[in-house]
């Protein structure tokens, strides 16, 4: 059974950092492709970040180019989102994602104040 578990958001000042994690477990990690969405209140859910089972293929949203960065651990069966600079614009729930599937997790809130 699939479970994705994210964790690291909370209320930051623009211009502040997270550290978004996510614990997978249920599938063999290291040979899938992940990646992060988001979705802000009264939006739909829009694709932040993705990157493929080698890690050697990498993509992002225009608006968040230069300031997440997604990384994972293997060996932990871990996916990362690294957030530089965070704007207003940025608050949303941030979810991880199986692509095979598009399974999700339960998302974890990220808040950036002005």
């Known amino acids: 059974q699939v479970q994705l578990v994210e964790s690291g958001g909370g209320t930051v000042q623009a211009g502040g950092s997270l550290r978004l994690s996510c614990a997978a477990s249920?599938?063999?990690?290291?040979?899938?492709?992940m990646k992060w969405v988001r979705q802000a209140p009264g939006k739909d859910v829009e694709f932040v970040s993705y990157?493929?089972?080698?890690?050697?293929?990498?993509s992002y949203q225009e608006s968040v180019k230069g300031r997440f960065t997604i990384s994972r651990d293997d060996a932990k069966s871990m996916l990362y989102l690294q957030m530089n600079n965070l704007a207003p614009e940025d608050t949303a729930v941030y979810y991880c994602?199986?692509?095979?599937?598009?399974?999700r997790g339960q998302g974890t809130q990220v808040t950036v104040s002005s």
């Open positions: 994602v199986l692509v095979h599937g598009n399974k």
């Open positions: 249920g599938f063999d990690f290291g040979d899938n492709a």
């Open positions: 990157i493929n089972s080698r890690g050697n293929n990498l």
